[in-house]
């Protein structure tokens, strides 16, 4: 079935770094676009970046632009965050999110979702 | 950015019940609207995409209307399962932007 199990979460100081890794499985991952978006403890969704299905097209929040990456490699079936120069205000519950397609009418949606890995930025 | 805004924070209500929940844009998203269903410890579920058509799965006692500014969701009837906290999603313009969220409290 589709499946989407992110990794990499865990206590890192403020200032240092964290790759987040997803690993998708039960769909062909290179026809689709992919998403993060987090979720701070207690807190509401917050769209985090967009990564087109190629990986030639990537868009961030004003939030973790310049300190954040999206990458992909589509022979792995995997998706990427690359978190630097980490803040407390990152801490969250990051998941990986698949995009419905365009040739669907929920096209765009957030239709597939990981089960989220947990981000603590704490000295 | 399209900022979301949803009302009430928190409805409590009671099983069989008809509940609306209200999601406002600061600008027009047309009808590029979504709602999600989440569940404590859990992801959130597509419920509602296109601001009225329903997500493949989802029951059909769940409906939701509206376009431009002003949206809803609607469930007509709540059953045990459907308490949990409800996000309405922009989709218009990155960056894609939530609502935050309304919490349904069982009574």
């Known amino acids: 079935q589709v499946q989407l199990v992110e990794s990499g979460g865990g206590v890192v100081q403020p200032g240092r770094s964290l790759r987040l890794s997803c690993a998708a499985s039960?769909?062909?991952?290179?026809?689709?676009?992919m998403h993060w978006v987090r979720q701070a403890p207690g807190k509401g969704l917050e769209w985090v970046a967009i990564?087109?299905?190629?990986?030639?097209?990537?868009y961030s929040a004003d939030s973790v632009r310049g300190r954040f990456t999206v990458s992909r490699d589509n022979s792995k079936n995997t998706l990427f965050l690359q978190t630097n120069s980490l803040r407390p205000e990152d801490t969250a519950v990051y998941y990986c999110?698949?995009?419905?397609?365009?040739?669907?009418?929920?096209?765009?949606?957030?239709?597939?979702w990981g089960q989220g890995t947990m981000v603590t930025v704490s000295s | 950015d399209i900022q979301m805004t949803q009302s009430p924070s928190t409805l409590s209500a009671s099983v069989g019940d008809r509940v609306t929940i209200t999601c406002r844009a600061s600008?027009?998203?047309?009808?590029?609207l979504a709602w999600y269903q989440q569940k404590p410890g859990k992801a959130p579920k597509l419920v509602i995409y296109?601001?009225?058509s329903l997500e493949n799965g989802v029951p059909s006692r769940f409906s939701g209307s509206g376009s431009g500014t002003e949206f809803t969701l609607t469930i007509s009837s709540l059953q045990p399962d459907d308490f949990a906290t409800y996000y309405c999603q922009q989709y218009k313009n990155y960056p894609y932007t939530f609502g935050q969220g309304t919490k349904l409290e069982i009574k």
């Open positions: 296109k601001a009225s």
């Open positions: 990564i087109s299905d190629d990986g030639g097209n990537r």
């Open positions: 039960g769909f062909t991952f290179s026809n689709y676009a």
């Open positions: 600008q027009s998203v047309n009808t590029w």
């Open positions: 999110v698949k995009a419905a397609p365009r040739w669907e009418p929920k096209v765009d949606t957030f239709d597939i």
